[in-house]
């Protein structure tokens, strides 16, 4: 009520004192005597009156715009639903429905760059790989910062074949995104190992090697020597035996332990008739190892030299020094078998018949020798336990690494991608009875 009584005082003190006369001329129009506080309050009244009606022009703009916004959201929201739902057909395999709600989604927001990468994804599962290059192009377009995209992209031209298109879209991404994109590097490496572009290949490892993490470094520094011997073998194969031997003695250098540069190495020297030297090489990959494969390698080496005797002496050598006689036995027994030394591949595989297990190939060595020597129960009982082991005939080197099988040995696995843990896998039983004594061994000088 003071209030009240404050403002009425106000109002009627201020009339009191504006009683004064004032003439108002406007332009065009007779002049009009007022009083002054009249003017006041009609001065007073435009000046709200503008007020008022900029607040009510604001107020139906405002309304109008929250109008437009709540049809575009609920729009939005109706084509997000298309998408989730073309997305989860996607996830349960039904693709040809997946591409119906991605192309009603498109339909309405023609843009919309999750739709465009999706559609893409479920055309590859359809294999037709022209118009999902076409949408991911699209997509790439529209989001030229979209990694999905490119990456399915990438997918999209390996599964079709076109591999130059894969390399530059890998390179694309490389380049946009130098450090984060691992990914892309180990696919554009792998593409240029099947190009056997070694070299460049090389250098891309590199720089993959420090991008990894600690967990995934020992993997890639594999990789990376398994490239430099990849490498070795193409500067080998050029004439560039120089260069192939530094490269191998370098990568020997930072691991001794990896066998297939012994075996290149010694390749190497071998075909720049540095006999000796390569000779020298196998023997000490073999103390430093233990790996039959190097062996092997000297084994071929006097086989082409047609030196036979030296080629025996290899693996008798190896077993005057060696306490793990199995596996040189088995390599000896083998080698006499190619020889047509029948009885004495047969000698050794006997010798250490108790102790091999799982390894159908040594029954077959022995039931055709058998039969050869028309020992034919024998044989029969041989050909039983082959048969009882034939899920992994022919299957006499395993990946340290991954437990992969392979008839013959190879510088890396094909399952795993590791460089030099393939080895002879001769699985052993122990047995308390004592074998028969080894026949006499000589060496090669």
Not at 30 to 51: K, N, T
Request: glycine share 6%.
């Amino acid at each position: 009520m003071l209030v009240v009584f404050a403002f009425v005082w106000f109002a009627v003190s201020t009339i009191r004192l504006n009683e004064a006369y004032v003439t108002v001329q406007f332009a065009f129009f007779r002049p009009v005597v007022l009083e002054l506080w009249m003017v006041m309050l009609a001065a007073f009244g435009i000046g709200a009156g503008v007020i008022l009606f900029f607040d009510l022009a604001g107020g139906v703009r405002r309304l109008a715009r929250d109008r437009r916004r709540r049809r575009v959201d609920e729009a939005h929201q109706a084509v997000e639903e298309l998408y989730m739902a073309g997305l989860d057909a996607l996830v349960n395999g039904h693709h040809e429905k997946a591409l119906q709600r991605f192309d009603s989604v498109l339909e309405r927001e023609p843009e919309h760059e999750h739709a465009l990468v999706k559609k893409g994804d479920s055309l590859r599962a359809l294999k037709r790989y022209r118009e999902a290059a076409d949408t991911l192009e699209r997509s790439t377009r529209v989001a030229p910062n979209n990694l999905v995209a490119l990456y399915s992209l990438v997918d999209v031209y390996l599964a079709a074949g076109a591999e130059e298109r894969a390399k530059i879209v890998l390179e694309q991404i490389i380049e946009g995104w130098p450090l984060p994109t691992v990914s892309a590097h180990r696919q554009l490496r792998d593409l240029l190992v099947g190009h056997q572009k070694w070299e460049e290949a090389s250098a891309l490892q590199s720089r993959l090697v420090d991008m990894v993490s600690d967990e995934e470094r020992a993997l890639e520094r594999d990789m990376a020597k398994g490239l430099r011997l990849g490498l070795g073998v193409a500067q080998l194969s050029a004439g560039r035996s120089q260069e192939a031997i530094a490269g191998f003695r370098l990568i020997l250098a930072e691991d001794e332990s990896f066998v297939p540069a012994y075996i290149r190495l010694g390749e190497a020297l071998a075909a720049n008739d540095e006999t000796e030297e390569a000779i020298g090489t196998w023997q000490r990959g073999y103390e430093l190892t233990g790996s039959t494969e190097l062996l092997s390698s000297l084994q071929n080496f006097y086989l082409r030299a047609e030196e036979p005797e030296e080629a025996i002496g290899v693996w008798k050598q190896a077993l005057v020094l060696s306490e793990n006689e199995v596996p040189l036995r088995y390599c000896l027994g083998k080698l006499h078998y190619r020889l047509f030394m029948l009885d004495e591949a047969l000698r050794e595989f006997q010798m250490i018949e108790d102790r091999v297990s799982g390894l159908p190939t040594f029954h077959l060595y022995m039931a055709r020798i058998l039969e050869s020597k028309n020992e034919l129960s024998a044989a029969l009982k041989k050909t039983k336990l082959l048969v009882a082991e034939v899920e992994g005939l022919m299957m006499d080197y395993a990946c340290e690494s991954c437990a992969w099988r392979t008839s013959e040995w190879t510088e890396r696995c094909a399952r795993c991608g590791r460089w030099g843990t393939v080895s002879l896998h001769l699985p052993t039983v122990d047995t308390p009875e004592p074998v028969i004594a080894p026949s006499p061994t000589w060496s090669t000088p």
